[in-house]
């Protein structure tokens, strides 16, 4: 059987076996991976990510995929050499053909404004950096926006795969500054010690833990859910997934340990098919 074959063959598997958009709860017509394999390098994504989709909700996040995957994969440590760096000329190249003002979104900074955010994250060795070349991203509201649509796909992905479950219900979300923590060895302690459960991502034996790793805390029996979750070095978020009926009772007490600070996002994630969804999908692929 050729790979392509092979590839259409374990679609209509999953499908069959999983027949729900675990974002929408439409219908399954194809599959999604998610993350998505631009946000991997030379295109290794994670084995056991692939999941049901419509056609909508698989092709309506292609831009901010893209976008976010310029974003992950511009090191903020490490220069990108050889073939790294060529796929990631051509995602910029993509995203500025398909979203330009997420471009020119990016680059919306003030000389003033850039040394001041150098000093910030870099202290002293800020200007030095900027002298060398280095650059800094504005992110705005249309980025904002994509990224915020990115964690609740990331999320109910999660969700779906170790609860078995379409989500249906309240996502509460936080995005961290890493790079601007102040004291980040307690910083991360308090947000990760509500999530015990680490999983380490792989394909073909090969960790990719330092592109995509998550730890996560879940009652399938409550519907709801901890991760904490972290793309490349520099994109850290925490999601709180509640479903409909256990929302209601726990709403007033998410605001505990590790979230004070900025306000968390809510997302009213009600199916918008659930008269066509049952209340579990098959139980998750094991581990």
Known sequence: MGEKKARQSRTKRLIAEHPWCIYCGAPATTTD?????????????????????????NSQARNDEQALAVLLRSDTFEEITGADEEEWKRLARGLKNNAPEIINEWTEYSGAKRKRQFREAFGSKGDQLRHEGWGLVNIGPKTDAAIERIMIKTSKSIYYKHTGKIFNGILYLKRFNTLFAKDLPSFLDSILEHAPQLV???????????????????????EAMYAVVRYSRQFLFAAIALGREFS????????????????????????????????????????
Not at 34 to 39: E, L, N
Not at 276 to 281: E, I, K, N, Q, Y
């Open 33 to 57: 991976h998610f993350p998505p394999r631009c946000f991997f390098r030379r295109r290794n994504w994670p084995e056991g990510y692939e999941f049901p989709s419509c056609s909508d909700c």
């Open 248 to 287: 209601g009772r726990l709403e007033k007490d998410i605001s505990g340990r590790g979230f004070s600070g900025s306000p968390l996002s809510k997302h009213n994630c009600y199916l918008e098919h659930s008269q066509a969804v049952p209340l579990s999908a098959r139980p998750a692929d094991p581990e």
């Open 200 to 222: 380490e991502t792989k394909r073909n034996n090969v960790s990719l833990s330092d592109q995509f790793m998550y730890r996560i805390n879940y009652s399938s029996e409550h």
